[in-house]
C-alpha cells in the first residue's frame, strides 16, 4: 500500500504566490470595469479563525491519541483527519494569498476610511487563513504513525516497540 506524503512545501508557496497575485489585481480590475471593489466584513476573519481552532482542536487530539497515549485509529477517521489536513492546508494558503494580495492593493491608500479598512480586515483574514494552513499541517504531521517516521529515515522496521508483530508464529 502506498504511503501518502505531505503537502509539498513548493504547493503551499505557489498557492501563496497565486493568491497573493490574484488579490493584488482584483481591486484594479473591478475598477477598471467600472465597479467598487468589495468591502470586507469581519465574517471571512472570523470564520477562518475558527476553522484554525477547529483543526488545531483535531491536530492536538490526534497527537495525543497516536503519540503520546499510542493508541489506535480506524483506517476511516485517520483518512478523514488526513483528507481534512491536506484540504485546510491547501485551501488556506490559496485564501491566504489573496486576503494578503487584497490587503497590499490598498497599502498606499490608508490615509483614507475605506483605504484602512479594507486593509486592516485584509490582512486580519489573510492571518487567519495562515493559521488555518499551519494547523492543518500541524495535523497531517499528526496523522503519521511512529512508523512512518522510521521508513522515511531508513531505518526500516517492523513496527513500533509496544506494537505486536502481525505475522503469526
Known amino acids: 500500500m502506498r504511503m501518502s506524503r505531505p503537502v509539498p512545501a513548493v504547493l503551499i508557496v505557489a498557492l501563496l504566490g497565486?493568491?497573493?497575485v490574484g488579490g493584488r489585481l482584483t481591486?484594479?480590475?473591478?475598477v477598471?470595469?467600472?465597479g467598487t471593489p468589495p468591502r470586507l466584513g469581519w465574517i471571512a476573519p472570523l470564520l477562518l479563525l475558527a476553522g484554525a481552532v477547529v483543526v488545531?482542536?483535531?491536530?492536538?487530539?490526534?497527537w495525543q491519541t497516536l503519540h503520546k497515549k499510542h493508541?489506535?485509529?480506524t483506517a476511516d477517521h485517520g483518512i478523514k483527519m488526513l483528507s481534512l489536513a491536506k484540504s485546510c492546508a491547501i485551501v488556506g494558503a490559496l485564501v491566504a494569498g489573496f486576503?494578503?494580495?487584497y490587503a497590499l492593493a490598498y497599502l498606499d491608500s490608508l490615509d483614507s476610511v475605506l483605504g484602512k479598512e479594507r486593509f486592516v480586515r485584509g490582512l486580519a483574514a489573510a492571518v487567519a487563513s495562515l493559521l488555518l494552513m499551519v494547523t492543518a499541517l500541524l495535523l497531517e504531521r499528526a496523522c503519521r504513525l511512529p512508523d512512518d517516521d522510521e521508513d522515511e529515515d531508513g531505518k526500516g522496521?517492523?513496527?513500533g516497540k509496544?506494537?505486536?508483530d502481525p505475522t503469526p508464529a
Open 56 to 62: 488545531g482542536m483535531f491536530a492536538w487530539s490526534t
Open 157 to 159: 522496521g517492523k513496527g
Open 27 to 30: 481591486p484594479p480590475l473591478i
Open 162 to 164: 509496544d506494537r505486536p
Open 32 to 34: 477598471r470595469l467600472d
Open 18 to 20: 497565486l493568491g497573493l
Open 71 to 73: 493508541e489506535r485509529m
Open 99 to 101: 486576503y494578503g494580495g
